[in-house]
C-alpha cells in the first residue's frame, strides 16, 4: 500500500518544516508550501490525501486555499491550523479537523492527519476520480473555446 501523500501550506516556513519532519517520520509522503497559490499548484501537480493549510496566509486565508482545494478534490482530506482565538467561520467548504497552534506536541500533528483522512469522504473508485477531474478541465476550457470561435 502506497503512503499517504500530504501537502501543508504555511506561510512560517519553520511550520512547514516541522510538520513535514514530523509526518515524513510518521510514514507519510509530505509536500509543503508557503503560499495559498504555490500550495495549488502543488495540489494540481499530483494526488494529494490530506491538506493541512493554515487559517492566516497573506493574500489568499487558508479558508479560500480549502475551497479551491475541495472544488479540485472533492474527497480531500484537510486539517485546518488556527492560532488565532476568534471563530472559524466557512463558506461551504470546512476542514474535517482543526488544529490548534502552538502545537500541544508532535504527535497531535499526526493523530489530526489520520482522524482526517479517516473523516474524510471514502475514494471513488480510480476511474470515477478521473472522470470527475475531465469534466472539471473539460468545463475550464469551454469558455477558452468559445472564444477561440
Same mark, same amino acid.
Given at each position: 500500500?502506497?503512503? *499517504?501523500?500530504?501537502? $501543508?501550506v ?9 510538520? =513535514?519532519?514530523?509526518? /515524513? ?34 493574500? !489568499?486565508?487558508?479558508?479560500?486555499? !480549502?475551497?479551491? #482545494? ?7 482530506a $484537510? ?5 488565532h482565538p ?6 461551504? #467548504?470546512?476542514?474535517?479537523? /482543526? ?12 493523530? =489530526?492527519? $489520520?482522524?482526517?483522512?479517516? *473523516? ?5 473508485? $480510480?476511474?470515477? /476520480?478521473?472522470?470527475?477531474?475531465? /469534466? ?5 476550457? #469551454? ?7
Amino acid at each position: 500500500m502506497s503512503r *499517504a501523500r500530504v501537502l $501543508v501550506v504555511d506561510d512560517e516556513a519553520e511550520v512547514c518544516d516541522l510538520v =513535514a519532519r514530523t509526518l /515524513t517520520r510518521a510514514g507519510f509522503e509530505v509536500l509543503s508550501a508557503t503560499s495559498g497559490e504555490a500550495g495549488l499548484g502543488l495540489l494540481d501537480a499530483g494526488p494529494i490525501d490530506c491538506l493541512i493549510v493554515d487559517k492566516h496566509l497573506p493574500g !489568499m486565508h487558508g479558508g479560500e486555499v !480549502m475551497a479551491q #482545494a475541495r472544488q479540485r478534490l472533492p474527497r480531500l482530506a $484537510v486539517v485546518l491550523i488556527s492560532g488565532h482565538p476568534e471563530p472559524l467561520s466557512f463558506d461551504d #467548504a470546512r476542514p474535517d479537523v /482543526t488544529l490548534s497552534k502552538p502545537f500541544r506536541s508532535l504527535a497531535t500533528i499526526e493523530e =489530526a492527519v $489520520v482522524q482526517a483522512l479517516a *473523516a474524510a469522504p471514502p475514494s471513488a473508485p $480510480v476511474v470515477e /476520480t478521473l472522470k470527475e477531474r475531465l /469534466t472539471q478541465v473539460v468545463a475550464e476550457l #469551454a469558455p477558452l473555446r468559445r472564444k477561440r470561435d
